[in-house]
């Protein structure tokens, strides 16, 4: 058995996110799931693996939902999907993730 080499709790989430890539070509994802580290989308051939890439997350907040912009590096691809593992995340965003994946765990 391979052994699971995360370090966050993942949780099921079906949202839409804004992506752009380093060459700032831009397109629409959906998350699969998203924890405090990094998050895997459906497949898109358009961003290559160890690519750094800026997601906005839709995350609620009082008014309705608030685009949170993370940074972060494709860090596998397959038929299943992509990961992205976040770097450079501030307190204040990581913070925020946590609440949020605090409201969507069982």
């Known amino acids: ?8 709790e993942r949780v099921s989430l079906e ?16 998350v699969l799931d998203l ?3 990094g998050l895997r989308l459906k497949q898109s051939s358009m961003f290559q693996i160890f690519a750094k890439m800026e997601v906005f997350l839709p995350l609620p907040g ?4 608030v685009l949170c912009p993370v940074e972060g590096v494709i860090v596998w ?6 990961g992205i593992k976040f770097s450079e995340l501030s307190e204040e965003t990581v913070e925020k993730l946590r609440q949020f994946i605090e409201t969507l765990e069982p």
């Open 1 to 8: 058995l391979e052994e699971n080499r995360r370090k966050h």
């Open 15 to 30: 949202e839409w996110a804004r992506c752009v890539g380093a060459a700032g070509r831009e397109r629409s994802e959906q």
């Open 35 to 37: 924890s405090v580290g």
């Open 62 to 65: 009082p008014d309705g939902p």
């Open 77 to 82: 691809r397959n038929q299943h999907g992509m």
